[in-house]
């Protein structure tokens, strides 16, 4: 019965891991479902949540942009070190030294003698584990309440940005995509400070959806280059050739947007922003290079998948030069 038990607990966790792993193995999309690319100096933020992408985007595990947040150890002016003192100096010291100078009068008050309040060794010993715990938990609650007070600013930071209701317009808001280059899945012009996005960039953000997606499953390099940043081409680029290296293809078609809309946009550094959610459906398979035998996906029929993309352009140029920069998954 115990062996029994056993193999069936080993099987339902073997199980539970195929499940977990089930969509990290079929996408085979752009970026295979990871978080890559540049948002300008907000590519260490999450741009703020949207009604396509109510969920915190990933971090962009991929960059060639530095890793510093606003509020960090890098943007914050260096301060002059302060001498620590020694052992003694540091804060377990000082508790430790407490400890044994309470503990000292306490065995003059009670007659015992200065050191009569330790009593022994390992009353000696006690009283350092203790005074070690304590230690441990109010350092434990301090780091606690110092990362909370981190987190405020840019949970406010993050709902200061454009609302979702702000994209919706007289093409129908946040409604069903419905074809290439109509824009009709996103909500219509929604400014953001000096920068406005309007439809004719909305159906370009479609156009280019589709068109990464189908020209990375033809390993379209070229075409690729046409449609994102040197820094996304050259991580789709190394997908592929992990693809490749493993004797598989990717098999990607029928890329149609369901609903999107504007998580933020901004100017910086003459180049114009735009970051925005995006549910699309796909056929989205893995098949083997040389049978072209299926290895995960479903041929049968679409998936569906939420993204966040950031894309970029000079400023001053026109709606045919937006290029993705940055794919996060939500």
Same mark, same amino acid.
């Given at each position: ?27 085979? %999309? ?8 540049? %948002? ?248 083997? %290079? ?41």
């Amino acid at each position: 019965m115990f062996r029994l038990s056993s193999v069936r607990s080993i099987a339902a966790l073997g199980l539970t891991a195929v499940i977990a792993l089930a969509p990290a193995i079929a996408e085979a %999309r752009a970026g295979l479902g990871s978080s890559s690319g540049s %948002r300008g100096s907000r590519t260490s933020s999450a741009p703020p949540s949207t009604a396509t992408a109510p969920r915190t985007a990933q971090p962009i595990e991929r960059s060639a942009a530095p890793a510093t947040q606003p509020g960090s150890a890098a943007s914050r002016p260096a301060t002059a070190p302060q001498p620590s003192g020694g052992f003694f100096g540091s804060a377990l010291g000082r508790g430790l030294m407490g400890g044994l100078l309470g503990a000292g009068l306490m065995g003059l008050l009670m007659g015992n003698g200065l050191m009569g309040g330790l009593g022994s060794m390992m009353s000696f010993l006690g009283l350092i584990l203790q005074l070690g715990l304590v230690f441990l938990l109010v350092k434990l609650a301090m780091n606690w309440f110092a990362s909370r007070r981190q987190q405020q600013p840019a949970t406010a930071a993050a709902s200061a940005g454009p609302s979702p209701m702000s994209a919706r317009s007289a093409l129908g808001g946040l409604g069903g995509g419905s074809g290439m280059g109509s824009g009709s899945g996103f909500g219509g012009a929604a400014p953001s400070g000096k920068l406005t996005i309007e439809s004719e960039d909305y159906s370009a953000f479609e156009h280019i959806l589709a068109n990464v997606q189908t020209s990375f499953g033809e390993e379209n390099l070229n075409a690729l280059r046409a449609l994102a940043t040197s820094e996304m081409v050259s991580y789709f680029a190394e997908d592929i050739a992990e693809v490749v290296r493993k004797g598989h293809a990717n098999r990607v078609s029928g890329v149609k947007l369901l609903q999107g809309d504007l998580s933020e946009a901004w100017r910086e550094d003459g180049s114009d922003y735009a970051t925005v959610a995006m549910r699309f459906s796909l056929v989205d398979t893995t098949v083997d %290079r040389v049978t072209g035998k299926l290895v995960s996906g479903d041929a049968s029929g679409p998936v569906e998948a939420t993204e966040v993309w950031t894309f970029v352009r000079p400023t001053g140029s026109g709606v045919r030069d937006w290029k993705v920069s940055a794919i996060q998954q939500v």
